[in-house]
Every structure is written in structure tokens, then in C-alpha cells.
């Protein structure tokens, strides 16, 4: 079964207790956490304080996804304000390896994420230190986009390196995740499904959840 991590991006952020507690009570297994700095995507989201907040409600590990320049800066600030999964871009990490090393010595799960435009083969050399590798299904920076079709096969390449690479890293995809993509994604060798827009307009977004983690 797939595991489930609905995007509190697309929560209401007056009323983020609603919706954590929403969460706390359905299939979700983790809570998906968009850091957004306007640098290395055209758009801000929240940062330490805010996360600091929804971690003393969730009863869910949190899945931190830093889009953000020079992460870093700041791994140990995220670890302090509750990141259980700390995932950093592989366009914004110049040292990628040593950091890789830094979240898993602060005893955090370390993912890399990657953008539509990057080639799976990129990752041949970090795979095997992974817990996640994040496949962005959309150019990230904004909730509610379209879901690139190229994922896909994005998804069978990135389950043959990691099997190439005796990696045990989970495959997660973000982005324009929902109905009509999500049992091919799992097919292709998905694990986790990040879905923000696609849970929280929904009427019934416990439904969602369980309907996407019933696919597989
Ligand atoms: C995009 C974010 C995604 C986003 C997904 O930059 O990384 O996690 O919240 O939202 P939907 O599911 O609406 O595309
Ligand atoms: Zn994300």
C-alpha cells in the first residue's frame, strides 16, 4: 500500500489545528511540508516558527521538502522544530553528499528531491546513502499545477537505479497527484503519494486519503 502524505500547503492556514487534526484521524501516514524561501522558487510559504506549531498537534511524521537556496544553513533548525523527513533539492546543494550525511547524523531521514528538468542519472551516486528520493511532478513553487506526464517513466528509471544500486530509498512523487495518476504512478514503482490540492478541495478529504491509500 501506498503511503499517503497530504500537503499542508493546501490547508487553511488560519486554522492549521483543523486540518492537522483532520490528518491525525485519517489514512494519512505522513504530513507532507513545503518550505518555499522565493529564491530558489518564486514563491514563500512558512518557515521554523510555523512548523514549530503543527508539530505540537501532529501525530504524524513530519515530511519537511526544503525548497530552499544554501539548506544547509539550517538543517538543525529543522530538526528542532520536529522534521522527521528532512528532503533537500538536489539543484540547491552544492555539497550534496555531506549534507545528506549531516541530516541523517541529526537523526532525521534524508531525501533528495529532484525537478521535472533533472535526469534520474544524477542521483547514481547518492542513491545507496537515500531514505527518499522525491520526483517533482510539477515545477515546484506552487500547489494546484498540472501533473507532467514524463513522471512516469521518470518513476520506472528511478526504481531500476535504485534497484541497480542496492538503494532502499522510498520513491515519492509531488505534484499534481490524484485520481487519474496515482495507481500508474504506484505500477511504476511509487511509494509515497505527496497530493495537496487534489485532498484538501475535496468535500471530503478522509475519503480521499483513504480511496488513494486503498489503490494498490
Ligand atoms: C510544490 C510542492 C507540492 C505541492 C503539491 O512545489 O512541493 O508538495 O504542495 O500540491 P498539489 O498536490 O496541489 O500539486
Ligand atoms: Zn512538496
Known amino acids: 500500500m501506498p503511503i499517503i502524505a497530504p500537503s499542508i500547503l493546501a490547508a487553511d492556514f488560519a486554522n492549521l489545528q483543523a486540518d492537522i487534526s483532520m490528518i491525525n484521524e485519517s489514512a494519512a501516514d505522513w504530513i507532507h511540508v513545503d518550505v518555499m524561501d522565493g529564491v530558489f522558487v518564486p514563491n514563500i510559504s512558512f518557515g521554523m516558527p ?61 531525501g533528495v528531491a529532484i525537478n521535472p528538468h533533472t535526469s534520474i542519472s544524477l542521483l547514481k551516486d547518492i542513491a545507496a546513502d537515500l531514505d527518499l528520493v522525491c520526483l517533482m511532478s510539477v515545477n515546484p513553487g506552487f500547489g494546484g499545477q498540472k501533473f507532467i506526464e514524463n513522471t512516469y517513466a521518470k518513476t520506472s528509471e528511478l526504481a531500476a537505479l535504485l534497484k541497480a544500486t542496492k538503494s532502499t530509498a522510498k520513491i515519492e512523487i509531488d505534484g499534481g497527484v490524484n485520481q487519474d495518476n496515482a495507481a500508474k504512478l504506484i505500477a511504476a514503482g511509487a511509494d509515497v503519494l505527496v497530493a495537496g490540492n487534489f485532498v484538501f478541495s475535496a468535500t471530503n478529504p478522509k475519503e480521499v486519503m483513504q480511496k488513494l491509500k486503498a489503490l494498490a
Open 50 to 110: 510555523v512548523i514549530k506549531a503543527m508539530k505540537k498537534h501532529a501525530k504524524k511524521p513530519l515530511d519537511v521538502h526544503l525548497m530552499i537556496v544554501e539548506p544547509e544553513r539550517y538543517l538543525e533548525n529543522f530538526k528542532e522544530v520536529g522534521a522527521d523527513i528532512l528532503t533537500v533539492h538536489l539543484e540547491a546543494s552544492t555539497h550534496l553528499h555531506r549534507t545528506i550525511q549531516q541530516i541523517k547524523a541529526l537523526g532525521m531521514k534524508a
